[in-house]
């Protein structure tokens, strides 16, 4: 282990970024992930490239852009936290390839069973082999045995240095760099293993100097306290997660997204409330409610010009929570659609409510803002462990990803971006399950599940991840 408190010191950690070192620390939670498949265009011949070789190039340029991939953070579980710069990143240790055993159909509908087994095995693998000596983040690249030029990478980083939009913004700058070097003679490059930040590459400050952050003055009440609620079981540790995850087809996505949007509804509260109408399908007939969690992308408020806050890579969200009651139904009666829109539109009132209840310096109230009265927010998780955790289902949507196809150029992509999963490591503070959605270049929406074993069961997921897949085709 490297001497860190030799390292460069950049900056302390914000309030958010602590909670997230503090679980890294204490294995209460290790990771996210953002996997994005890419296919070479028919109109390149994929005979004049080394794929390692431009994968490295293309990361390496995202390391150099972007100054908090080469930071760490040290003293993780103390006040005193701060990112920490390493003079340089071994793209070779960061960096894993791997060939699928079976071949893939990017194109289709259904699971990708090795992709998760290979996401469930990262989201519980931390970073703390090799503290002070690699960064972290890494990549795993998982390449098709048939189609040299096809393959899925796997981005996979410390919840201080990106949320879960960070994800895209890390992808989007791999996919322009591939594009940049794709197009340029592989004679004009050399490959380096070795990336050095760049002197004038800064670190963005944390959600606390970015946000003013208001304290709601008038916080809504609990109208839960009463209801018998499921959550899952007992919080409890250590923790193994558990992932899964359904590609929808381009085609049901598209129906599924105009049908929303001829609702006048988020995709994502349209998913919460499918989510809650499953559980109450499935669970016993006695539990009343289920809270959900849903997270805000804090960036449009962010103290920045626009273009860099919609390209900033850090921990930038907020949450809100949407408490769902178990609709009046006949005995024995089938779900019904209808229960999922009207349970969308409280969901959708509800996160409009959240925005337009501002502070008078025009921003949203934040849930966040209360851990900036937290001295030592370390000392809360510990004493957790055999609580009841407070709610039954998180639901995290970042959306499409930006690709040319969805840009005003009309110009074609040299590498095409297929599906886009969204995963991470299950909390053990958290939700009961976790829901991850979004949805790739291809059109194709990606909803993934982690939970923790012990949790709840892997057949309750399976049923879940079965019934929503099948409401969703419905709509």
Not at 220 to 240: F, M, R, V, Y
Not at 258 to 283: E, R
Not at 374 to 383: N, T
């Amino acid at each position: 282990m490297a001497n860190v408190q030799r390292l460069e010191k950049l900056r302390p950690l914000g309030k958010l970024e602590q909670v997230s070192a503090t679980c890294h620390h204490l294995g209460f939670f290790n990771n996210v992930g953002l996997s994005v498949h890419y296919r070479l265009s028919q109109l390149v011949p994929p005979t004049v490239f080394d794929l390692r070789h431009l994968i490295h190039l293309a990361v390496g340029k995202v390391v150099q852009k972007y100054r908090i991939l080469s930071a760490i953070p040290v003293n993780e579980d103390t006040p005193d936290a701060h990112f920490a710069s390493l003079p340089s990143v071994d793209l070779s240790r960061s960096i894993k390839f791997l060939t699928r055993s079976q071949p893939w159909n990017d194109l289709g509908e259904g699971q990708d069973r090795e992709l998760d087994a290979i996401l469930e095995d990262q989201h519980n693998t931390d970073f703390k082999t090799g503290y002070g000596t690699v960064p972290f983040w890494r990549m795993i690249v998982l390449q098709s045995a048939e189609k040299k030029m096809d393959f899925t990478a796997a981005f996979i980083y410390h919840h201080a240095i990106g949320d879960g939009v960070s994800g895209l913004v890390f992808h989007k700058s791999f996919h322009d760099a591939l594009e940049a070097f794709t197009s340029t003679p592989a004679a004009c490059f050399k490959r380096e293993e070795t990336v050095a930040p760049k002197e004038d590459a800064i670190i963005l400050p944390a959600l606390g100097q970015l946000h003013p952050l208001p304290i709601n003055p008038a916080p809504p009440a609990d109208a839960a306290e009463s209801l018998n609620q499921w959550t899952g079981n007992s919080i409890q540790h250590p923790c193994k997660s558990r992932w899964t995850c359904f590609h929808l087809s381009p085609t049901v996505s598209k129906s599924f997204f105009l049908k929303c949007k001829q609702n006048g509804l988020s995709v994502t509260s349209v998913i919460s409330s499918t989510l809650a109408t499953v559980l109450f399908d499935i669970l016993p007939p006695d539990v009343e409610a289920l809270n959900c969690i849903i997270p805000i992308n804090l960036r449009p408020w962010l103290q920045l010009p626009r273009e860099v806050s919609g390209d900033a890579l850090g921990s930038y969200i907020d949450a809100t929570r949407v408490l769902f009651k178990r609709p009046e139904q006949i005995p024995k009666a089938p779900r019904s659609v209808n229960d999922i829109w009207t349970a969308a539109k409280k969901v959708s009132g509800i996160v409009n409510d959240y925005l337009s209840n501002v502070s008078p310096s025009g921003e949203p109230y934040t849930a966040v803002s209360a851990l900036e009265t937290i001295p030592d927010v370390s000392a809360i998780f510990k004493p957790m462990i055999g609580k009841p955790r407070d709610a039954a289902f998180e639901v995290t949507n970042v959306g499409i990803f930006p690709t040319r196809a969805t840009s005003e150029t009309s110009e074609a992509s040299i590498w095409q971006v297929g599906k886009v999963v969204l995963s991470r490591s299950s909390l053990v503070t958290g939700a009961a399950v976790t829901v991850s959605v979004a949805t790739g270049g291809d059109g194709s929406m990606t909803i993934g599940y982690s939970w923790q074993e012990g949790v709840v069961s892997d057949d309750l997921v399976e049923e879940i991840n079965k019934l929503v897949g099948e409401c969703l085709r419905e709509m």
